[in-house]
């Protein structure tokens, strides 16, 4: 039997406890609802109000924990918005593809003057062809004549609207009957919806921690503390992920949990320890803290072209680099935000790095490691023979970058993202993610700025 797949759009701007009834009432009647926030919209200019990133970190934690209900991220993270008739054939693959409107969508639809009809692209092929999911509220009138010929009409007892819960936020109102707690907790940590700025670092307290332990399971550090903490574990309803090893395992952690949406609160077993607290701080019971301060750190886009000319997508919150895959030295050509930088760079390989993961790779290969919530990423080049004296780049937040190599036969590339092997490449280009974020939580007298201190200026050696 084929399976059924209702695609809900919406701008989810933000979403609130109606989107997340009316997702769990679609997957009574489908098998999966599948989430799809849009991006910007010239028709509805609401969907463009808030960055995306938030607006993506609050769809993954309003429909998380339910059954057969996943969020799809992509108009998001390329800033589009994707046409529900070209949204038919990208799920179509996956089963038959129901999609989910408003009954005032298909009101006067037995004349042909539907919105869907009259305002879609592709709009009078959907509606010939498209199978719909029609919600409407139990009060809606809705006239037989005007539906599809293809749909189902769902009476759905559930009411609200995204624009009164920016209202009242606005007016700093009550919005506990309209927002999911732990998205109503996510709103009012970054001050979202309240006419200014949103914040990217902020304090919390967790006042009943249930947490998610990851370990390192090399590090007998890691092992011997993990008892302290699993005290608080809770695998059902973790709201933090505590994070026991190094700094290589906290970037281990974020790769995999990010999506979680969740705080990553790191105790140093390693070295160093950029990105970890303090064993002595939190050891013994002291396990929160009262305050905790969250920096919410961005992760990187990438995309690697194949031998055969097609580009996949890559998300890290670490760093990607290709390196020659022969004896003779790369050349490069690299762009930066469409423009040609260097025509002609003759290395070993390169590297892009996140802010977070500057002590690693890409302070080995001589570039000054920054603060993890610096707004700003690196680029550098490895054992560099042209230009003379290059060694690394500072990359805006908003910078594109694009290295391609000039000759793929004789000067062959390979490719590696967060240290996973991508093979040969023809091509990579790295930005920002506009979705894809870690919340990284510190102890309030954790020093940042000293732990970087300490590798840019060595101890005096003291001579006898």
Same mark, same amino acid.
């Given at each position: 039997?084929?399976?059924?797949?209702?695609v809900?759009?919406?701008?989810f701007n933000?979403?609130?406890?109606?989107?997340?009834?009316?997702?769990e009432?679609l997957t009574?009647t489908?098998?999966?609802?599948?989430?799809?926030?849009?991006?910007?919209?010239?028709?509805?200019?609401?969907?463009?109000?808030?960055?995306?990133v938030?607006?993506a970190?609050?769809?993954?934690?309003?429909?998380?924990?339910?059954?057969?209900?996943?969020?799809?991220?992509?108009?998001?993270?390329q800033?589009?918005?994707?046409?529900?008739?070209?949204l038919?054939g990208?799920f179509?693959?996956?089963?038959?593809?129901?999609?989910?409107?408003?009954? @005032?969508?298909?009101?006067?639809g037995?004349s042909g003057?539907?919105?869907?009809?009259q305002?879609?692209?592709?709009?009078? @092929?959907?509606?010939?062809?498209?199978?719909?999911?029609?919600?409407?509220?139990?009060?809606?009138?809705?006239?037989?004549?005007?539906?599809?010929?293809?749909?189902?009409?769902?009476?759905?007892?559930?009411?609200g609207?995204?624009?009164r819960?920016?209202?009242?936020?606005?007016?700093?109102?009550?919005?506990?009957?309209?927002?999911?707690?732990?998205?109503?907790?996510?709103?009012?940590?970054?001050?979202?919806?309240r006419?200014?700025v949103?914040?990217?670092?902020?304090?919390?307290?967790?006042?009943?921690?249930r947490?998610?332990?990851?370990?390192?399971?090399?590090n007998?550090?890691?092992?011997?503390?993990?008892p302290?903490?699993?005290?608080?574990?809770?695998?059902?309803?973790?709201?933090?992920?505590?994070?026991?090893?190094?700094?290589?395992?906290?970037?281990?952690?974020?790769?995999e949990?990010?999506r979680l949406r969740?705080?990553?609160?790191?105790?140093?077993a390693?070295?160093?320890?950029?990105?970890l607290?303090?064993?002595d701080?939190?050891?013994?019971?002291?396990?929160?803290?009262?305050r905790?301060v969250?920096?919410?750190?961005?992760?990187?886009?990438i995309?690697?072209?194949?031998?055969?000319?097609?580009?996949?997508?890559h998300?890290?919150?670490?760093?990607?680099?290709?390196?020659?895959?022969?004896?003779?030295?790369?050349?490069? @050509?690299?762009?930066l935000?469409?423009?040609?930088r260097m025509?002609?760079?003759?290395?070993?390989?390169?590297?892009?790095?996140?802010?977070?993961a500057?002590t690693?790779?890409a302070?080995?290969?001589?570039?000054?490691?920054?603060?993890?919530?610096?707004?700003?990423?690196?680029?550098?080049?490895?054992?560099?023979?042209?230009?003379?004296n290059?060694?690394?780049?500072?990359?805006?937040?908003?910078?594109?970058v694009?290295?391609?190599?000039?000759?793929?036969v004789?000067?062959?590339?390979?490719?590696y993202?967060?240290?996973?092997?991508?093979?040969?490449?023809?091509?990579?280009r790295?930005?920002?993610?506009?979705?894809?974020?870690? @919340?990284l939580?510190?102890?309030?007298e954790?020093?940042?700025?000293?732990?970087?201190?300490?590798?840019?200026?060595?101890?005096?050696?003291?001579?006898?």
């Amino acid at each position: 039997m084929t399976r059924s797949i209702a695609v809900y759009g919406n701008s989810f701007n933000p979403p609130g406890l109606h989107h997340r009834g009316i997702a769990e009432f679609l997957t009574q009647t489908f098998d999966e609802v599948v989430i799809v926030p849009c991006g910007p919209r010239p028709d509805k200019p609401s969907s463009d109000t808030l960055e995306p990133v938030y607006r993506a970190a609050m769809c993954d934690i309003a429909f998380r924990g339910l059954a057969r209900v996943r969020v799809e991220l992509f108009d998001l993270e390329q800033a589009s918005f994707t046409p529900s008739v070209l949204l038919d054939g990208h799920f179509a693959g996956e089963g038959e593809v129901w999609h989910v409107v408003n009954a @005032e969508m298909i009101a006067r639809g037995a004349s042909g003057e539907s919105k869907i009809q009259q305002g879609w692209q592709g709009g009078v @092929e959907l509606w010939a062809r498209g199978r719909f999911a029609v919600i409407a509220r139990v009060s809606d009138v809705v006239d037989a004549a005007d539906l599809p010929p293809h749909s189902r009409l769902l009476r759905i007892p559930i009411e609200g609207s995204s624009a009164r819960i920016r209202e009242r936020l606005f007016k700093r109102e009550s919005i506990d009957d309209l927002l999911h707690p732990a998205v109503a907790e996510y709103v009012h940590r970054y001050r979202l919806y309240r006419g200014n700025v949103p914040i990217r670092a902020t304090t919390i307290s967790l006042e009943s921690p249930r947490v998610l332990v990851v370990a390192d399971e090399r590090n007998p550090r890691a092992q011997a503390w993990k008892p302290d903490f699993l005290r608080h574990e809770d695998g059902a309803d973790p709201n933090c992920i505590v994070v026991l090893g190094g700094d290589g395992m906290m970037l281990s952690a974020v790769q995999e949990h990010w999506r979680l949406r969740l705080p990553f609160f790191g105790v140093n077993a390693g070295h160093l320890g950029f990105l970890l607290n303090h064993a002595d701080d939190v050891l013994g019971g002291r396990f929160p803290p009262s305050r905790m301060v969250l920096r919410q750190l961005p992760m990187l886009y990438i995309e690697t072209q194949g031998l055969d000319g097609r580009w996949t997508s890559h998300l890290t919150f670490n760093d990607a680099w290709v390196e020659r895959s022969s004896g003779q030295s790369a050349w490069l @050509e690299v762009r930066l935000n469409d423009q040609v930088r260097m025509s002609r760079l003759i290395c070993d390989g390169a590297l892009v790095s996140t802010a977070a993961a500057s002590t690693a790779y890409a302070r080995s290969m001589g570039a000054t490691p920054l603060l993890a919530d610096t707004p700003a990423w690196l680029f550098v080049g490895s054992n560099v023979m042209q230009p003379m004296n290059w060694k690394s780049a500072l990359l805006s937040l908003d910078a594109r970058v694009e290295l391609k190599t000039l000759d793929p036969v004789k000067r062959p590339l390979r490719a590696y993202v967060h240290g996973i092997p991508c093979g040969e490449v023809l091509a990579i280009r790295a930005r920002m993610s506009r979705i894809a974020t870690a @919340e990284l939580a510190f102890c309030p007298e954790y020093d940042m700025a000293e732990k970087i201190a300490q590798i840019q200026f060595p101890r005096d050696v003291l001579f006898s």
